[in-house]
């Protein structure tokens, strides 16, 4: 028997989490961790896959592009405890994924952990490659 979580079990596990979140729609979550100055955590359910993505900053002109993704790819090769940093359009992201199958609280809060750890120990080092000048808490919220 295959147990699926379903997206109200998804919402009690950020609710449990204590973090502040509004839903967008159906299966889709903005949450906002501001102990750890996340504004734009983005939670998203489409069975059997949860996606977390967080939007770090738009991708730099070429001047200092090819700087930042060199280091973005060290960083997932040997700093990344879950997800990796990604290019969507012209955002530099985090993405992390789960199986809903079986998802319990423990992955759920550590995966939130992790993008907050990644996003605390890396994003000043890598504003400063691009020179941007707004803090984490700033970053862009797009969903």
Do not use: C
């Amino acid at each position: 028997m295959v147990f699926m979580v379903t997206n109200d079990k998804i919402e009690t596990f950020i609710i449990e989490h204590g973090l502040p979140f509004e839903q967008v729609q159906d299966g889709l979550w903005l949450i906002h961790d501001e102990v750890d100055h996340i504004d734009n955590i983005v939670v998203y359910h489409t069975p059997p896959v949860l996606t977390f993505r967080v939007k770090l900053m738009e991708a730099p002109e070429k001047a200092t592009r090819d700087v930042l993704f060199k280091r973005l790819l060290e960083l997932n090769a040997t700093s990344m405890v879950a997800g990796a940093y990604g290019l969507e359009d012209d955002a530099v992201v985090i993405v992390d994924t789960l199986q809903s199958e079986n998802l319990d609280h423990n992955e759920f809060q550590a995966t939130i952990d992790a993008l907050a750890i990644a996003v605390r120990e890396h994003y000043e080092e890598l504003r400063a490659i691009v020179g941007e000048s707004r803090p984490a808490a700033e970053a862009s919220s797009q969903v």
